[in-house]
């Protein structure tokens, strides 16, 4: 097969581009964790301890995911990709809105909402097209379903792939996260070192590392702003005037 020689974007998202559509982040003091500390809902710890509060919590959050709508921003990329680039997005959102944009290549670091899994092989997958999950749902080796989401003190497993993809970036665009997360966070460390990066949220400024361009912006407006240059230009480049 022939080598892609396209322009490659490598894009990482996180929380702050699906806020845009209406979901709740966890970091956020009110909406849909208010009330849920994510110890309680979100490590292995209390899966074991109260599985049906665990499946109950996480039922609500499909709810959201599938009442939302993709925005400006997973509309931009599709369409970059539908145009020529090459594009590749990695995720920390566990929703669906990259795909339903119209994105082909999607790889979600901390799972899918609407998938679940096995409690005891974790390659056996069911996507979910309507409901939810709950006790006494079980997998073809009749053990209880769960969640595709990856929980805090959890192993992220596809974290080498996605670090074999941000390896080969012509440019890297990170949207709407705190860079706080790990080892998601250490992905930019794998960049080409004359690969440019720019990062895009509402604050950038505090936010971006030494070396990484900022654009102030929500990604509904930077996301899409930057997408007109590159589809203009036909190629990946920071535009020194967007940069303020």
């Known amino acids: 097969m022939a080598e892609d020689r396209r322009p490659h974007l490598v894009v990482f998202t996180g929380s702050g581009i699906s806020a845009e559509s209406g979901i709740q982040t966890f970091r956020a003091g009110d909406g849909l964790w208010a009330d849920h500390p994510l110890e309680e809902v979100a490590t292995p710890e209390a899966w074991r301890r109260d599985p049906r509060r665990v499946l109950a919590f996480y039922n609500m959050r499909r709810t959201q995911v599938r009442r939302a709508r ?11 990709e539908k145009s020529g680039f090459r594009v590749s997005i990695i995720t920390q959102n566990i929703d669906d809105l990259h795909e339903r944009a119209g994105s082909r290549n999607v790889l979600h670091l901390h799972g899918e909402i609407l998938k679940a899994r096995s409690t005891v092989d974790a390659r056996m997958q069911y996507r979910l097209p309507r409901g939810g999950i709950e ?9 209880q379903l769960r969640p595709d989401v990856v929980w805090f003190g959890e192993s992220v497993p596809h974290f080498s792939e996605a670090c ?7 440019l890297l665009l990170v949207v709407g996260t705190s860079l706080a997360v790990m080892p998601a966070a250490s992905l930019l460390d794998h960049a080409p070192l004359e690969a440019p990066c720019v990062l895009v949220d509402p604050e950038a400024e505090v936010l971006s590392p030494p070396g990484v361009a900022r654009l102030s912006q929500t990604a509904g407006k930077g996301v899409p702003r930057l997408v007109r240059y590159w589809k203009r230009e036909g190629r990946l480049w920071i535009p020194e005037t967007l940069m303020a």
Not at 70 to 80: D, E, M, S, T, V
Not at 164 to 170: Q, S
């Open 70 to 80: 993709p925005n400006a921003a997973h509309k931009a990329l599709a369409a970059l």
């Open 135 to 143: 006790l006494g749902d079980i997998c073809d080796k009749g053990s």
């Open 164 to 170: 074999k993809t941000v390896a080969e970036a012509d």
